[in-house]
């Protein structure tokens, strides 16, 4: 026998709770919010989502736009409720763009959304911006101007050694190149120009230089560009578990690449790899020294070889 409680059963609970779990279901997409229009599109009235705002079930972020059930919202949350706002097309772009493309360290406290229609009102964290066409890509599920663009934005708005930055490790990610940096046209394009004119010899270049010099010693010759796990080793001796990477300043003159690199080097450690950074500087004014040092450590009475 049923109890007392199933004879009060509100029939319309049963639409209210798949009401519910739809709205989770899309909240939980979007880093924990959802938009008014969305709500509507779900098939609540105006009033019903006035009531779930004025009991708490639904938390203001920016008008229309909720948080569902509480206010700790992931940054991901925070990110899709300005793109919600934004209603029309839009991509994240400038610094948070850059912080997505890991071209600086964090996100920034501040939001910043291009659009191609109509440009909301900024928000106390939130600006936006206006393009007639918009350059994006995907990063983790969310519209990002590209990373050729990012670049073009912050020139325009940004401190020009901030820039240098966010170019160099976009160089070290591959994600642009100098060529395309250089055609850029319009507001940030001299600063583009300028950055990448004056850029370091590439990495390649500064490679076949090394690699011409070890040719040239008694070193034997290495493999180049060898896969490790999730790393590509410059230089690679198997039979003595060496590497050598050359480091140009242009792309490691950083903190970013500095940090980078540290952990690149702590992992090939633990797998009893030796790792020797040969720079720009000593390729090009110690090259001499920078050979009889590595010729040394190959015929030094120590030497590892693999068992």
């Not at 004056?198 to 390649?204: I, L, M, T």
Request: glycine share 6%; proline share 6%; hydrophobic share 40%.
């Amino acid at each position: 026998m049923g109890s007392h409680d199933d004879c009060d059963v509100d029939p319309n609970s049963w639409g209210q709770r798949r009401t519910d779990e739809h709205i989770a279901r899309i909240a939980s997409r979007q880093g924990g919010t959802i938009s008014r229009r969305q709500l509507l599109r779900l098939g609540l009235t105006p009033k019903e989502i006035d009531h779930r705002v004025k009991v708490g079930r639904l938390r203001v972020i920016y008008r229309g736009v909720y948080a569902v059930g509480h206010d700790a919202i992931p940054v991901r949350g925070r990110l899709c409720a300005a793109l919600l706002l934004a209603r029309a097309v839009a991509a994240l772009s400038h610094r948070s763009a850059a912080a997505l493309h890991r071209l600086i360290p964090s996100m920034p406290p501040f939001i910043d959304v291009t659009v191609t229609g109509s440009r909301p009102r900024d928000q106390k964290d939130l600006r936006f911006h206006h393009t007639d066409h918009l350059e994006l890509t995907h990063k983790h599920g969310l519209p990002v101007t590209s990373p050729l663009r990012t670049l073009h934005d912050l020139a325009a708005t940004r401190p020009r050694q901030e820039v240098v930055r966010a170019i160099n490790e976009a160089l070290v990610l591959n994600l642009v190149t100098t060529d395309a940096l250089v055609a850029r046209t319009g507001p940030g394009a001299k600063v583009l120009r300028d950055i990448a004119g004056n850029a370091s010899p590439s990495r390649s270049a500064l490679e076949r230089r090394f690699l011409a010099a070890l040719r040239a010693s008694t070193v034997p010759e290495p493999v180049k560009e060898h896969p490790i796990g999730r790393y590509v080793a410059d230089f690679y001796w198997p039979d003595q578990r060496l590497i050598v990477e050359t480091d140009g300043w242009g792309t490691h003159g950083h903190r970013l690449a500095f940090e980078r690199d540290r952990i690149r080097d702590a992992e090939l450690a633990v797998r009893d790899l030796v790792v020797i950074r040969v720079t720009e500087r000593q390729v090009d004014q110690d090259l001499p020294a920078t050979i009889d040092r590595l010729e040394r450590w190959f015929s030094g009475p120590g030497l590892r070889r693999a068992p």
